[in-house]
């Protein structure tokens, strides 16, 4: 089915570690963005990509990297997770235009 | 992007008409009004999006002031499974106005 996944849906990693979250969309939006979300802050912006190769900065970048090689995919990576990066993240796409973002289902992740 | 105003909470019987109001009175000609919902642990889900005119669609209506200071999203028969978290969000166009700034939105309750 087309659509948007995230994967895995729940991670649980130790500090130090090196963890990456998938995302992977169906439609060839030219779009994509992270977003975490933790209480209290609601979800806030991590990076986005306008299309592949080309990525920027959202508001909360530090301590995450991302790669777009290819349209359908945007992986986040954590190169050394820390405790504070424990959160709900979403990731979304949306093609050109003023077509609404659509969601997947999130990745719980918890670092011990 | 303009800010967004939304009250914390509200209620609503099933069955019931639901209005959620949302105020954006510094919105600029050429931002868009998007509504989304999140129910509870699953990514939010867009709903409805208008720019000047009232729009409907098989989930919901969205009425939009003349001024477009403010809107209102109305679920014609509420169920519970519409109870979830609303938010209104004022999104520009274009570049890296495509990502959406989250607040934190409108709890509605669906009672029985």
């Known amino acids: 089915d087309a659509g948007i996944t995230q994967s895995p849906r729940y991670k649980i990693t130790e500090t130090g570690r090196q963890v990456t979250l998938m995302c992977h969309q169906t439609?060839?939006?030219?779009?994509m963005f992270w977003y975490r979300q933790d209480l209290g802050h609601g979800l806030r912006l991590i990076y986005y990509?306008?299309?592949?190769?080309?990525?920027d900065k959202g508001e909360v970048p530090d301590g995450y990297v991302v790669s777009r090689s290819k349209t359908e995919n945007f992986p986040l990576t954590l190169e050394s997770a820390t405790r504070s990066q424990t959160s709900v993240y979403f990731c979304?796409?949306?093609?050109?235009?003023?077509?609404?973002?659509?969601f997947g289902d999130g990745t719980r992740l918890s670092i011990l | 992007d303009a800010k967004t105003t939304q009250p914390p909470s509200m209620d609503c019987a099933e069955g019931r008409a639901a209005n959620l109001p949302c105020n954006h009175s510094t919105i600029s000609g050429n931002e868009y009004v998007y509504w989304y919902r999140q129910i509870h642990s699953q990514g939010p889900q867009y709903i409805i999006h208008g720019l000047k005119n009232n729009e409907t669609n098989e989930m919901a209506s969205l009425i939009i002031t003349e001024d477009r200071k403010s809107s209102t999203l109305i679920l014609p028969h509420a169920t519970l499974r519409d109870t979830a978290v609303y938010y209104c969000?004022?999104?520009?166009?274009?570049?890296?106005?495509?990502?959406?700034?989250f607040g934190k939105g409108t709890l509605l309750t669906v009672n029985p």
């Open positions: 990509s306008a299309a592949a190769d080309i990525t």
């Open positions: 439609w060839s939006h030219s779009y």
């Open positions: 979304a796409s949306n093609p050109l235009g003023d077509q609404p973002q659509h």
């Open positions: 969000i004022v999104r520009g166009r274009g570049g890296s106005n495509y990502k959406l700034t």
